[in-house]
């Protein structure tokens, strides 16, 4: 949307043609708004649920899209970015652990990962609500696109309740019987005897379980267990990295700072940048959609690998195309040949970066980490956000052209970490995923853990302590 209100006269001249740091501004309020939201995150859905976390986060958007549609300066514009900023962290770090808790085995892998495209079809409807609306002569033509992006959130309210609560939160609240009935409906036509189903119960009861002895009460040392362990260590890396990734790997520009880059290329007027923008979109989320189901059957490391390749490659033609077309303006095929590629950097984000991306940060978490790394994710996600919503508008007004280079250097050192550090998480469980950070050592010390828990429990579930370190 911020890139079609761009294309906007109506807009530009209502803000005062927004540009360098200001421009930065209105971008970059979104990040801000979600950063002081992140602390939010696991208290409210590890504590209420995942559906509430979502709730919560869709109300907030809610508002934050009327006070935009509503905006009569710039201030209030920016703080309704801002809110609706808050609200977005919500959802997302709430929706992807629901989905990934939720589904079924045989498809967690695509479920996850299509949870990430819905940003794509978001943006396509704002693409081309801003293109039907440019032409209006009046500030409708940016409110309208304003007040719009809270329906979303209105159909999530209105539908969240219908969908079930995760199992695994339900049991970590003791509510197993519940669980039990969610895992019997939903995975095996309402049979609780269903051998899939007790595997599923059993798994998840014993992994909070152990999870619960070595938990801590404190919310600083909680956060604290993401550095205790070499297994969790890696993991905090791999959610930073992983957030770097996602918003400094040349997107960042392309997705809040099109109309400048068709600027520079020949292609300034209203009509041609919001077309670009909402078609772009389109092909953007149709690449989305197919490349969330190859995460189950190629992998989740060789997508990411394969992506930065091909972001790389789309990267180097648009900065030639740019700079081509800087030094002699007549030459059109060199604007062309830029759109072409700023067509093509969506899919080539899309094999790796987006769906992929998002199953990958969900299931390298335990249960117990899996709402507060993702606390962690958004964390360095909206940081990265706002690095770049306000360091791009002034490097593209002083460098042009040549601040693309940066992230041609940037994608390689990404590849680089990604090929060295990143494990593959193909084929095993939600719950067995941990063995490849962990090690089948870090069992025996949690193990251990259950055992001196065990001494103040009564003989019912000491037995079942039995049960679970059997299974382990």
């Known amino acids: 949307m911020m890139n079609g209100l761009q294309a906007v006269e109506k807009w530009r001249e209502y803000f005062g043609e927004p540009k360098g740091a200001t421009l930065g501004l209105f971008n970059g309020a979104y990040p801000i708004g979600g950063l002081i939201a992140v602390p939010f995150v696991s208290t409210i859905s590890d504590r209420f649920g995942r559906r509430a976390g979502i709730a919560t986060g869709a109300f907030v958007c809610c508002v934050g899209a009327a006070l935009q549609g509503a905006a009569q300066n710039l201030p209030m514009f920016v703080i309704a970015r801002g809110i609706i900023g808050a609200g977005s962290v919500l959802i997302n770090a709430s929706g992807a652990p ?5 589904a079924h085995p045989k ?5 996850t990962a299509l949870f990430q495209t819905s940003y794509a079809l978001g943006s396509i409807i704002s693409a081309w609500t801003t293109f039907g609306s440019f032409r209006i002569n009046s500030s409708a033509s940016w409110r309208i696109p304003s007040a719009l992006q809270g329906l979303p959130s209105v159909i999530q309210l209105m539908g969240i ?3 079930p609560e995760s199992p695994r939160w339900l049991i ?6 519940e669980a039990l009935r969610m895992l019997a409906k939903y995975h095996a036509e309402g049979n609780e005897q269903d051998p899939l189903v007790q595997f599923e119960y059993n798994e998840i009861r014993d992994t909070i379980a152990v999870d619960r002895a070595n938990e801590s009460q404190n919310i600083l040392l909680a956060y604290w267990d993401f550095m205790r362990t070499p297994g969790n260590r890696l993991r905090f890396f791999i959610l930073l990295w ?5 918003q400094m790997s040349g997107n960042a520009f392309i997705s809040y700072y099109l109309s400048p880059i068709l600027a520079a290329a020949g292609l300034r007027s209203s009509l041609q940048q919001t077309l670009i923008n909402a078609t772009s979109q389109m092909l953007s989320w149709f690449s989305a959609l197919y490349f969330a189901t190859l995460p189950a059957k190629v992998g989740r490391r060789k997508l990411f690998l394969w992506a930065l390749i091909c972001v790389f490659v789309c990267l180097i033609a648009i900065t030639t195309g740019s700079a081509v077309f800087a030094i002699n303006p007549s030459n059109k095929s ?6 072409a590629f700023i067509y093509l950097f969506s899919p080539a984000y899309n094999l790796g970066l987006n769906g992929n991306l998002g199953l990958y940060i969900t299931e390298i978490l335990p249960y117990n980490l899996r709402l507060r790394g993702m606390a962690v994710f958004q964390f360095w996600t909206l940081g990265f956000i706002a690095l770049s919503t306000f360091a791009i508008p002034v490097g593209l007004e002083n460098m042009a052209w040549k601040f693309y ?3 041609i250097g940037w994608v390689v050192v990404e590849f680089a970490v990604v090929w060295w550090l990143y494990p593959e998480t193909k084929g095993p469980s939600l719950e067995e995923i941990a063995v490849i950070f962990d090690g089948p050592q ?7 853990a259950l055992t001196q828990h065990e001494r103040g429990l009564g003989e019912d579930d000491k037995s079942h302590g039995v049960e679970i370190k059997e299974r382990v």
């Open 98 to 102: 629901l989905i990934t808790e939720i």
């Open 334 to 339: 060199a604007g062309y040949a830029v759109v």
């Open 442 to 448: 870090r069992y025996s010390e949690k193990i251990a």
């Open 107 to 111: 498809h967690r892998t695509t479920a």
């Open 242 to 246: 992983c957030a770097c990734i996602s």
């Open 405 to 407: 280079t940066i992230f």
């Open 161 to 163: 309740w219908f969908v």
């Open 172 to 177: 970590s609240k003791d509510r197993d019987q």
